[in-house]
């Protein structure tokens, strides 16, 4: 790869591997990953935060996938996360749907032949 010394990366929760970290790390690349079910013991450590004492550093409320949304965002410091080079967690937390609309079927449903 190209010199990634002060780059930042990211990519979903496949890629929040240990190994790609690492590599990232030891390049010189900052990187921000998802952490879903995949990364079982860095999750549970992100869980045990204690989020509703940190304060909240964003809030945009928004349109997308036909609802109406709004995010809060907070980031904490941390030492000793159980991830390469891993010291600054956030949290991002959607709403849920104000408002769907309804989509018609594409064509209509018909029972297939038995």
């Known amino acids: 790869m190209a010199d990634l010394a002060g780059a930042v990366v ?3 929760a496949l890629h929040t ?13 900052h990187y921000i990953v998802i952490v879903k079910g995949n990364a079982k013991k860095l999750r549970a450590q992100l ?3 204690p989020w509703k ?4 550093q964003g809030r945009v409320k928004g349109v997308g996938h036909g609802r109406s949304e ?7 410091t941390v030492n000793n ?15 849920a ?6 989509r018609p079927p594409s064509r209509p449903c018909t029972p297939s032949p038995a």
Do not use: C, E, W
């Open 10 to 12: 990211t990519s979903d």
């Open 17 to 29: 591997q240990r190994d790609h970290a690492t590599y990232l790390f030891g390049h010189g690349a």
């Open 47 to 49: 869980k045990a935060l």
């Open 53 to 56: 004492d940190i304060p909240l």
């Open 70 to 76: 709004i995010r809060r965002i907070k980031v904490a």
């Open 81 to 95: 996360l159980l991830f390469p080079g891993a010291a600054r967690p956030s949290s991002s937390s959607g709403g």
């Open 97 to 102: 749907p104000t408002a769907r609309p309804a």
